[in-house]
């Protein structure tokens, strides 16, 4: 089976990787998916934001009032083979380092209190199995969080709603993560199975983390919540690119910086490590937080 790859194109200017025309983004742009499954780009640069809303009813109502059994994946998706598995979380950091982090979009930062579980900092990610923003993001979560800590069982594998782009991704429903630096809570609030004109609850934020969700955006997915001093409101890279490929295609690419979706996973995995090293687990392992510094526009400092 093909693998999926796009090469890159030759990286001037110090090895950063250029993109072609169809992967070129404007300044400001920022992906999210809101609550109520509307997938929106706003383009900062000139102060417009487009809406596409997902044809729910329209699909309902060509797979005979209900979805197919193809639309859907379990809750805690399906297990992920062990060589795909080990090959996710050991990524070399000489990798992750190299990879080109110009034109992904950062988290920002922010003041709050803290979130802790366990007298430690806790990382807060909101997102839902059906948004195809969120599929994106956690691969590089995943790669990241794999430096810190441990997953068990290891994250499942499911997709994104048919209607909402179909990408092949993990979820973090289902698994639990252990780390000596920080907690994790995981919150995907739905399935990918629609239901009326939205889709099947899943898990329940608590008072305190809705609060702080709606504080930061419009209920919009994914939002990552480091700590209280940074948050990450959109997916770092354009979801579009894993599109039309399977699993398998995906995985085989995260470690490889000579491919767009390589490149492209493993400098967010470097952005994430290193938003985490500086907010939450206080430049530990040492090992894992000498990766550089993130730069170039965009970047949290």
């Not at 990879?99 to 997102?127: E, H, M, Q, R």
């Not at 993990?170 to 739905?190: C, D, H, K």
Request: charged fraction near 20%; charge should be neutral; glycine fraction near 8%.
């Amino acid at each position: 089976m093909p693998s999926g790859r796009t090469p890159v194109p030759p990286r001037p200017n110090a090895g950063r990787r250029q993109a072609t025309p169809l992967e070129r983004r404007p300044t400001g742009q920022r992906v999210r998916t809101s609550r109520r499954g509307r997938l929106r780009v706003a383009w900062a640069s000139i102060g417009v934001v487009l809406v596409a809303v997902a044809a729910l009813v329209a699909v309902m109502a060509t797979t005979g009032g209900g979805p197919r059994s193809s639309q859907v994946s379990p809750p805690a998706g399906t297990p992920v083979a062990e060589n795909v598995v080990a090959r996710l979380t050991s990524v070399p950091l000489s990798t992750i380092d190299a990879a080109p982090t110009a034109g992904l979009n950062a988290p920002t930062a922010i003041k709050d209190s803290p979130l802790t579980v366990d007298d430690k900092p806790d990382l807060l990610y909101i997102g839902a199995e059906f948004c195809p923003i969120c599929a994106a993001e956690r691969w590089p979560l995943y790669v990241a969080l794999s430096k810190f800590g441990t997953f068990n069982p290891a994250p499942g594998q499911i997709h994104s709603a048919v209607s909402d782009g179909d990408i092949s991704t993990l979820t973090f429903y289902g698994t639990r993560y252990r780390s000596p630096y920080f907690t994790f809570s995981a919150e995907e609030t739905t399935t990918n199975q629609p239901s009326g004109n939205y889709y099947v609850p899943l898990q329940q934020l608590t008072a305190e983390q809705l609060a702080l969700w709606q504080r930061h955006t419009d209920e919009s997915f994914p939002w990552v919540d480091f700590g209280g001093k940074a948050q990450l409101a959109t997916a770092q890279y354009d979801p579009g690119e894993l599109e039309g490929l399977t699993f398998p295609a995906i995985a085989s690419e995260v470690g490889d910086n000579a491919s767009t979706v390589g490149a492209d996973i493993d400098g967010s995995a470097a952005v994430l490590i290193r938003t985490i090293c500086s907010n939450l687990s206080d430049d530990r392992p040492a090992m894992v937080c000498r990766a550089k510094e993130p730069t170039g526009p965009g970047r949290a400092s």
